[in-house]
């Protein structure tokens, strides 16, 4: 067994186990392994094992390793969405994790269409109200949730958010917490539906479970 199968086998055996904690179905945890700066060898070696999910920041960077990778693999694009990439990023990538405003979220439903597109989508919240980080404030959420969810071509599967760095993984907890209450509010208010929550890396992601 590569070592990647092993790690990946460990990683399982720890989203079971945070799963039981948690009282939830693993079948609703789905692993994205971030492979941004991994060389397409040890890509190759994850999909052997059964890892069919990526993870990327950049598009140059993911390109090269779409063209060497099998078709069925699902490309997530976790970067910072920038204007001038959506048009050449959205036929490639499955999902976009990152929207961070309503301006980039009309772009990107606009450029869907004319491409024939409909991407799947989540809206990037800064939780933590961080000048370094992207994503909309809550309350600009709950104010822009309406429009965002009348751009039609936009799959909009929930919320995403990168918490602020923490000494340990718990220091994510209340974080986490403000993500899914905020999503259960808008679902609530909105009459929407708003599936999943991206959040967690290798730090805490038993914690976001
Ligand atoms: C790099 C990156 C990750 C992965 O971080 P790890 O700590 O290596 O798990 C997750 N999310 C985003 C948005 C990233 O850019």
Not at 69 to 90: A, C, D, E, T, Y
Not at 154 to 177: K, Q, V
Not at 190 to 209: H, K, R
Request: proline share 5%; glycine share 8%.
């Amino acid at each position: 067994m590569s070592g990647i199968a092993e790690n990946l086998g460990k990683v399982a055996d720890r989203i079971e186990a945070a799963c039981a904690r948690a009282g939830r179905d693993p079948a609703t945890v789905e692993l994205i392994a971030v492979s941004k700066t991994c060389p397409v060898d040890s890509l190759r070696e994850a999909v052997d094992a059964g890892q069919l999910q990526f993870g990327e920041s950049k598009l140059q960077e993911a390109e090269c390793k779409i063209t060497l990778l099998p078709s069925h693999v699902r490309w997530h694009f976790i970067g910072r969405l920038q204007r001038n990439k959506v048009r050449k990023l959205l036929p490639q990538f499955a999902v976009i994790h990152a929207i961070d405003s309503f301006r980039i979220a009309a772009f990107t439903d606009e450029v869907a269409r004319e491409s024939g597109l409909f991407p799947k989508v989540f809206l990037q919240v800064n939780v933590g109200g961080e000048v370094s980080k992207g994503g909309f404030e809550p309350d600009e959420l709950r104010s822009e949730i309406g429009g965002l969810l009348a751009l039609k071509r936009l799959e909009t599967m929930g919320l995403m958010c990168i918490p602020p760095a923490g000494s340990n993984a718990e220091a994510a907890r209340p974080w986490f917490i403000m993500l899914r209450n905020l999503r259960d509010e808008l679902e609530a208010d909105n009459g929407v539906f708003l599936p999943f929550l991206s959040m967690g890396m290798s730090d805490d992601y038993e914690v976001a479970i």
